[in-house]
């Protein structure tokens, strides 16, 4: 008899699939058979025609038989305890195989580590950024926070101011509670003790809206907060607590001495209270008692022109949010009708606050949807990674496998048993990746959220159970297609087919896995590219300013009730020792500073026959000051202490000013008048470079800079400025003590580099953000890939060591060999690398808005990712490849 | 008379087994069937057929030795119980009762 036809493929899926396990065999043999049958009596056409009709005829009455199988067979007793004794079973199994090859199994934790790492760590940022309710609010879907704006423009208007509040919380229809709440630096103690606290503002009705109850003591009464001068109380925050009074109790009672007044502490609230920010203050204070720290002055109830209160509320039962958002727009109308956020076409938006958290936080949508895909590429890439493994594993342990088959465990059991395997080496995985998580949410969090002090712990509950449930579905999702892969082995050829040592190639899966992995790599290699590449370009921008070398340093004067005319001698006094501190290159003072406040003015130009006028910033400013913060002179000369009040009146331009002003002409030498016609004329002694004023991106505004001599008057605050020459970082804390020791019975004095100032960190955080993380995972994608690669390429010379030798023995050189084994590898990763650049060039424009100055298909970086793509998978190659080149030939065909 | 819980395929195969010598492949069983009245009988229902005959124990499997040569597998066979020789012998004594002189005219 001939050897028996094998059964087509799509015939025996159809069987395995339809049979019970025990006789998946015997029905085959049987097809087998019928085949053989047919072909002998009717050629192989003719069988094979028949053999479909056969396989349908049949698919009936064999999934009748295994249905009637299944109902009847007396399962084994499946009882709890059973089952847990086969796990245990499976378990220690596992743990035995897993300890019998440390190096696969760590570069498989090691992968899950990351890969379910970076998800952990994501999940629990976005968890408390967007998903976590603020602690111990009460309903807090109930609580809205008011925003003005327009359906076109948006609603971005949060800060209100006083008259609107009050007129709302007494009249208001739509909301059952309304509170308001107002950020303060509070200085706290004097000269060298001096600190600034973080300090919210409150209406009496913030806590009971908030419905939280204090720790010990009691929250602000009504009648303690009554405009324009509330009592003397304070809340202070459970960190604040231990941290001023170790805790005690006797803190209720104490005094703290808040700017000008002594406050007396009458509670505190709870632990891990925030309020409904991410960040606990450390004082609460009625608005009343320190509504005159803000800048208002004494006009703070009335005046309805400044913003600087926020406005929340919670929603009456009932009442739909628009109609409560209109109500409270037309009492905002009433009370202060030359508000700009009540004219006409404004609106209010009633945001709930779970929603307006997020927003406000640097913590976007935008931002949270890339962090979002590119922690699942990098698990996608792990996963392909880890499934590769398995499936070079599962190829090494055939032989095992067939024999177990054959010793009659079932296929089920086998495929349990692996799955347990990978389920186990993930759940090990999601441990380690909770720990990962913990460090890596720390680091994020301080590196690029600036800092949020985030209340809750990194290990909590809710990431846990997160991380834990991802291991468990990557370990199924992982393990599934290697276990089945593993479990068709055929018993009979793979015991008895000594030959190939129960070995195989790589299959074609591990190839499209290499492939993909490559792919994924790639596109996030080329974000973090594109992303970096932006970050360069915005440092790259001339600004005007050094932004990473000038510090500015302020006092709040105003806050303690000192008058702004003593302001001039204490920072005269300040100046000088700033200037004579270690590290300092150069200081001055100036009244305002970039991306500081901004003051406008009007400059008129004589004209041949009229006056022209220029709108534009201004800023008084001391000699030096150009020199400290690094902005160039153009023409002319900086202002000099020979510029006096008694002296010629002079004034310095921006280039800006200078081109629109004069075009071609030298403005040095020309006459100017500032602010009014009727004003003595000044000449331009200077032209300096142009400045940024309030963003890093603007086009420069015209700027005209006046001598502190001869403007101390036109702008009341006041500023330090000082170049580091040594670290910034360093020098700051040495300026501010420098001020300090100038004015010992003055407040808290701020001092920080241009850098950190808000709208700059505001506006370069997407960058950074973008920059790091991509380039951070970017660089995990691609260890990742590499350990993929090493991986299979390892597997694959140690199952072609014989054929290897045999080629050497016949004349092959190591180079021969060499390239035998890199082309596969390295044309997988090329396969995977151009598939990747198809993506990333197809899906460019989608983050062509997150980009500086930067094509998404710039061909510098995509090159150089391709490239270094290569060089990675190149070297990933050498080990196995030097492997090869050093087969022992006699050994290798010995082995035969 | 014919035993209740069988059928008609089924007292065909064994029936076909004892005419095979006792001990018989699917594929013969099924072949012997066709060869005697024309039915073909798919690999599926020949394979559900011995399932449930084994499961009243009128046959059991056996495995042969494999063949003698490269790939030759180990073979699943059906043989007739003792139970299934006495389901067979009740059957058709029955069946040859009721068809007395019948037999003659329908048998040609």
């Keep these: 008899m001939s050897e028996s036809p094998r059964v087509p493929r799509w015939a025996e899926v159809l069987f395995r699939l339809a049979a019970p396990a025990a006789d998946v065999d015997a029905l085959l043999d049987e097809l087998s058979d019928e085949i053989a049958r047919d072909i002998a009596r009717s050629g192989e056409r003719a069988a094979h025609a028949r053999l479909v009709l056969e396989v349908l005829r049949s698919l009936i009455p064999i999934l009748t038989r295994r249905a009637v199988l299944t109902m009847r067979t007396p399962r084994p007793p499946r009882t709890m305890a059973n089952r847990f004794e086969i796990l245990r079973s499976d378990l220690s199994y596992a743990m035995r195989q897993l300890r019998r090859a440390p190096a696969f199994t760590l570069t498989v934790l090691l992968a899950f580590a990351l890969g379910i790492g970076a998800n952990a760590t994501l999940f629990g940022i976005v968890d408390d950024l967007l998903l976590r309710p603020p602690a111990h609010v009460h309903a807090p879907k109930e609580i809205v926070t008011l925003a003005a704006g327009t359906v076109t423009e948006g609603f971005e208007q949060r800060s209100l101011n006083y008259p609107v509040f009050a007129a709302i919380r007494a009249r208001n229809r739509g909301f059952s509670e309304v509170a308001a709440a107002a950020p303060v630096r509070v200085p706290f103690g004097r000269g060298d003790h001096a600190a600034n606290l973080d300090g919210l503002l409150v209406s009496a009705s913030y806590f009971p809206l908030l419905g939280v109850a204090p720790e010990i003591g009691r929250f602000f009464r009504d009648d303690e907060d009554v405009a324009p001068i509330g009592a003397p109380v304070a809340v202070i925050s459970h960190t604040f607590w231990q941290r001023q009074f170790s805790g005690s109790p006797a803190a209720l009672g104490a005094t703290l001495q808040l700017g000008d007044r002594r406050f007396t502490v009458i509670g505190i609230a709870p632990r891990d209270f925030t309020g409904l920010d991410y960040t606990a203050p450390d004082v609460w204070l009625p608005i009343s008692s320190g509504g005159a720290m803000q800048f208002l002055g004494k006009q703070w109830t009335t005046q309805s022109i400044v913003t600087w209160l926020r406005i929340y509320a919670r929603r009456r039962a009932g009442v739909p949010l628009a109609d409560a958002a209109n109500d409270a727009m037309r009492l905002a109308r009433e009370a202060a009708p030359d508000a700009f956020f009540t004219q006409s076409g404004w609106s209010f938006q009633a945001r709930p606050i779970m929603a307006a958290r997020g927003e406000e936080h640097g913590a976007s949508v935008t931002i949270a949807v890339l962090l979002g895909t590119m922690s699942l590429i990098v698990l996608l890439i792990a996963c392909a990674n880890v499934a590769n493994l398995l499936l070079a594993r599962g190829l090494r342990r055939r032989r095992e496998i067939a024999v177990r088959l054959a010793l009659g465990v079932s296929r089920r059991r086998l495929v349990e048993q692996l799955l347990t395997e990978s389920v186990l080496l993930a759940a090990l995985g999601g441990v380690v990746a909770i720990l990962v998580a913990g460090v890596g949410g720390a680091l994020v969090r301080r590196l690029l959220l600036g800092g949020l002090a985030l209340t809750t712990g990194m290990l909590d509950v809710r990431t846990t159970v997160f991380t834990l449930a991802l291991a468990l579905l990557v370990g199924v999702f992982t393990g599934i297609v290697p276990a089945l892969q593993a479990s068709r082995a055929r018993v009979y050829s793979t015991i008895t087919g000594g030959g190939e040592r129960g070995g195989t190639r790589r299959t074609r899966g591990q190839s499209a896995l290499l492939a993909v992995q490559a792919a994924l790599s790639f596109v996030l290699l080329l974000g973090a590219g594109l992303f970096g590449r932006s970050l360069v370009a915005i440092d790259a921008l001339r600004m005007g300013v050094d932004i990473d070398r000038v510090l500015v340093g302020s006092m709040n004067l105003r806050s303690i009730g000192r008058p702004a005319s003593e302001a001039d001698a204490v920072f005269a006094r300040a100046l000088e020792e700033v200037t004579a501190s270690p590290g300092v290159a150069s200081a001055a003072i100036s009244a305002t500073v970039p991306f500081g406040p901004t003051y406008g003015t009007e400059v008129g130009v004589m004209g041949m026959d009229s006056v022209r006028h220029y709108s534009a910033v201004y800023n008084v400013v001391t000699p030096n000051y150009f020199r400290t913060l690094g902005t160039s002179l153009l023409a002319g000369r900086d202002f000099s202490d020979a510029d006096r009040q008694d002296t010629r009146r002079v004034v310095i331009i921006d280039q800006k000013l200078a081109t629109r002003a004069w075009a071609h002409e030298n403005p040095v030498g020309r006459c100017v008048r500032i602010r009014a016609d009727s004003l003595p004329c000044a000449t331009v002694i200077g032209v300096v470079e142009s400045v940024r004023r309030q963003s890093i991106f603007e086009d420069s505004t015209s700027f005209v800079y006046l001598p502190l001599t001869q403007a101390r008057s036109w702008i009341a605050e006041r500023y330090i400025v000082a170049r580091a020459a040594t670290n910034p970082r360093m020098v700051a804390e040495t300026v501010r003590h420098a001020m300090q020791t100038a004015a010992p019975a003055l407040p808290f004095a701020d001092v920080h580099l241009v850098k950190d100032q808000p709208i700059v960190l505001h506006e370069r955080l997407p960058f950074r953000l973008g920059a790091t993380l991509l380039g951070v995972f970017g660089i995990l994608a691609l260890l990742l890939a590499a350990v993929g690669v090493y991986g299979v390429i390892s597997y694959d010379v140690g199952q072609r060591t014989r054929e290897i030798g045999l080629r050497m023995a016949f004349g092959a050189r190591a180079a021969d060999v060499m390239s035998l084994v890199m082309r596969d590898a390295l044309r997988m990763v090329a396969v995977g690398g151009v598939i990747g650049s198809g993506v990333a060039l197809a899906g460019g424009h989608l983050v062509q808005p997150l980009l500086y100055d930067t094509s998404p298909r710039d061909p510098a970086v995509v090159l150089g990712v391709a490239f270094m793509l290569l060089i990675v998978a190149t070297v990933a190659c050498l080990v196995p490849a030097g492997r090869a080149m050093t087969v022992d030939i006699n050994a290798a065909l010995r082995a035969e | ?108």
């Design chain 2, 1 to 108: 008379m014919i035993r209740p819980d069988l059928g008609e395929l089924e007292l065909f195969s064994l029936l076909a087994i004892q005419h095979l010598g006792g001990e018989a492949l699917g594929i013969a069983i099924r072949d012997e069937i066709h060869r005697r009245t024309g039915r073909r009988v798919s690999v599926g229902s020949g394979y559900a057929t011995l399932g449930r005959l084994a499961d009243k124990g009128l046959i059991r499997f056996t495995i042969l030795p494999p063949e003698p040569r490269r790939g030759g597998r180990s073979r699943r066979c059906a043989q007739l119980t003792p139970a299934g020789t006495r389901a067979i012998r009740e059957s058709t004594a029955s069946l040859r009762r009721m068809l007395g002189d019948l037999a003659a005219d329908s048998v040609p």
